[in-house]
């Protein structure tokens, strides 16, 4: 599996983004997948994870309300919806991904054996 993220940019703060993170291959709808991101001089955060099915998630307590992790296993695509984006969101995000055997979702950097190329998200205040 290969991970592809996607859909950062240079935004205002309240604005919205939807990221988006697509796997290639035929396994990927059984991955969890996580977000995670990495703000300058900062260790990489965990945001938000998904099981393979979509019906389990997990948030960060800091990211609960604005943030929204989906995903369309029709497009082997896995979303996160961020609202009223904040100057502190400013990091580079990235999704991970780890084959599981159950319906799980995990938290940690090291549960993942999987990493796409990040994508910047920059907000301006």
């Known amino acids: 599996v290969q991970l592809q993220a996607c859909g950062g940019g240079l935004v205002q703060a309240g604005d919205s983004l939807r990221l988006s993170c697509a796997g290639s291959?035929?396994?990927?709808?059984?991955?969890?997948v996580g977000w995670f991101r990495q703000a300058p001089g900062k260790e990489r955060e965990f945001v938000a994870s998904?099981?393979?099915?979509?019906?389990?998630?997990r948030y960060a307590d800091s990211m609960k309300g604005r943030f929204t992790i989906s995903r369309d296993s029709a497009k082997n695509t896995i979303y996160l919806q961020i609202l009223s984006l904040k100057p502190e969101d400013t990091a580079v995000y990235f999704c991970?991904?780890?084959?599981?055997?159950?319906?799980?979702?995990?938290?940690?950097?090291?549960?993942?054996?999987?990493w796409g190329r990040g994508t910047q998200v920059t907000v301006s205040s």
């Open positions: 991970a991904a780890r084959l599981s055997g159950s319906d799980s979702y995990y938290t940690a950097t090291r549960d993942y054996n999987k």
């Open positions: 291959g035929s396994r990927f709808n059984y991955y969890s």
């Open positions: 998904i099981s393979q099915s979509g019906s389990n998630t």
